[in-house]
């Protein structure tokens, strides 16, 4: 007899007879949302974790094949979007609910990474999609030339969350534009051009804040925004300093810490090389300072706790602003806070945000200061989409969900937890170099041993990831050399989801070490 999860409903169901597992059956069905899919394990179901109840049935799947969809996706799909298919084998997605996807098979999935921290809430969140069945049957759009309640009402419920003197609104479609938006602030009202951020971040895809962002890998050879600079991102663990106290998380590094109570010496040499990037890369004033709380794509990297305070004190010397991209840390995933800068003390002159912002609906946002939008009021600036109607209703529903669902607390808890847990499981594995992060906003840097920090090579991570989708869990990577596995899941997820997924690694890492 095997014990069979069913990936559908999540009941552990007995089954009786024998089991070929090479067998080409698809699905051995065991009653009413119950199947084994034999084709879908590298494992015996036995061997697989046991998987968390889910009282939901999604419909069956009865559209398009998969090698329909395969064949219009190489045809007609841009190929940039083949090329950035997670996985070796696709995973062909049919619905969601909350921090569950399933396949178009039906086989049910643990989703921490919520289509890179954008499901905020949870995918299909009840309270959100009535608040978008029900304006869809009053207004779609109107523009925002035309006076409308949603439009309105949103925006003071955001404008609620942020501290004065943020308090003016602009809202964009992506993240990308909302980080073009801010840096075309930044230079109105500062009359100057140059604008620094952190080697290693990610900011856009946009010819603007191409220049921005200081990865390879999505940059073009074409000249892309002049007067973007790159100063030394403060990576306590992969950078040239960095102790055991650095960090606002849960876990430290593993490196040695021997700074004086009340002293960071890897703060003050990374303030130093910010300090070399304005003598010698820079003009002597500069239009603004661009920072992730916690950068997402460089892979949940995290600085000394008073980093920001010191930067932004420099910055504004510089006649600069400074703006905190909060596209993937905002509202409430750090847990202690609803952005994160807040957890640094600090206060930014701009606030660009995205992803979480409409749970996937494509929306986003720069909030600033009064003053600030006075100076860009010296032409116009309009956004045919910004303000659309069911976008507002989105937004609104999205921040009621939050605080009524308890989800930044969760975060906090929930996150504290899986933090912890991964802690014992880098102390267990060699390949394990770093956990960090912040609530939900969390990173795991592979490496070839602790001692170098060699990031773990490409195939190595691919092995672990296959793996670790094939038993039922999507998660994501990051980092310059795509070494650091990431985990930014719905905000909703608990406890017990967070067991399964410890279980999983932790067997995909061994199965990793077994066959080397």
């Not at 980080?179 to 856009?204: E, K, V």
């Not at 956004?383 to 937004?395: D, E, K, R």
């Not at 296959?466 to 980092?479: C, F």
């Amino acid at each position: 007899m095997y014990k069979v999860v069913s990936h559908l409903s999540g009941h552990c169901t007995p089954l009786t007879g024998q089991i070929n597992c090479s067998t080409s059956l698809a699905r051995i069905h065991l009653g009413r949302g119950a199947v084994c899919q034999q084709s879908a394990f590298k494992y015996r179901p036995a061997d697989l974790p046991e998987m968390p109840l889910c009282n939901f049935t999604p419909g069956e799947y009865t559209g398009m094949s998969k090698e329909h969809i395969m064949e219009i996706r190489s045809k007609n799909i841009n190929p940039m979007t083949s090329k950035i298919t997670y996985y070796k084998k696709p995973v062909f997605i049919h619905q969601g609910h909350m921090q569950w996807l399933w396949d178009m098979d039906g086989r049910r999935y643990l989703d921490l990474f919520a289509g890179v921290a954008t499901v905020a809430v949870g995918h299909c969140h009840p309270k959100v999609t009535a608040a978008v069945e029900k304006q869809l049957k009053k207004l779609w759009h109107t523009t925002n030339i035309y006076v409308n309640a949603p439009l309105h009402e949103y925006c003071e419920k955001l404008a609620s969350h942020l501290p004065d003197p943020l308090k003016v609104i602009y809202l964009t479609n992506s993240g990308s534009e909302a980080n073009d938006l801010a840096m075309l602030m930044a230079r109105i009202h500062t009359g100057n051009y140059d604008i620094i951020t952190f080697r290693g971040s990610y900011h856009g895809g946009s010819q603007q804040t191409m220049g921005l962002t200081s990865q390879s890998s999505y940059k073009y050879p074409i000249a892309t925004s002049s007067g973007c600079t790159h100063t030394m991102c403060p990576d306590v663990f992969r950078g040239p300093w960095g102790g055991s106290h650095c960090r606002d998380s849960p876990v430290q590094t593993i490196r040695q810490c021997s700074c004086a109570q009340g002293q960071c010496m890897a703060n003050e040499q990374y303030i130093g090389q910010l300090k070399e990037t304005f003598a010698a890369s820079v003009p002597s004033r500069v239009a603004g300072f661009f920072g992730e709380p916690i950068q997402g794509m460089g892979g949940a990297v995290q600085y000394p706790k008073n980093y920001f305070k010191e930067a932004y004190k420099l910055v504004r010397e510089k006649g600069g602003v400074c703006i905190a991209d909060e596209v993937q840390t905002g509202f409430g995933r750090t847990g202690t806070h609803f952005w994160g800068f807040q957890g640094y003390g600090i206060l930014p002159d701009i606030v660009t945000m995205a992803k979480g912002i409409g749970n996937g609906f494509p929306m986003a946002a720069v909030v600033t200061t009064p003053e600030i939008a006075a100076s860009f009021a010296k032409a116009y600036h309009f956004n045919t989409f910004g303000g659309n109607s069911v976008a507002c209703a989105v937004g609104s529903a999205v921040l009621d969900a939050i605080r009524e669902d308890g989800l930044q607390q969760n975060c906090h808890h929930v996150g504290t937890y899986l933090m912890t847990e991964l802690a014992k499981l880098r102390d267990k594995h060699k390949i394990i170099g770093d956990v960090r992060g912040k609530g939900l906003q969390i990173g795991v840097e592979m490496v070839k041993d602790k001692t170098s920090r060699e990031p773990l090579c490409p195939q190595a991570m691919m092995e672990i990831f296959e793996d670790v989708k094939d038993m039922g869990v999507l998660i994501g990577k990051g980092g310059l050399y795509g070494q650091t596995f990431r985990i930014q899941p719905p905000m909703c997820i608990t406890t017990a989801d967070v067991d399964f997924f410890l279980a999983v690694f932790d067997k995909a890492i061994h199965n990793y070490m077994d066959r080397q």
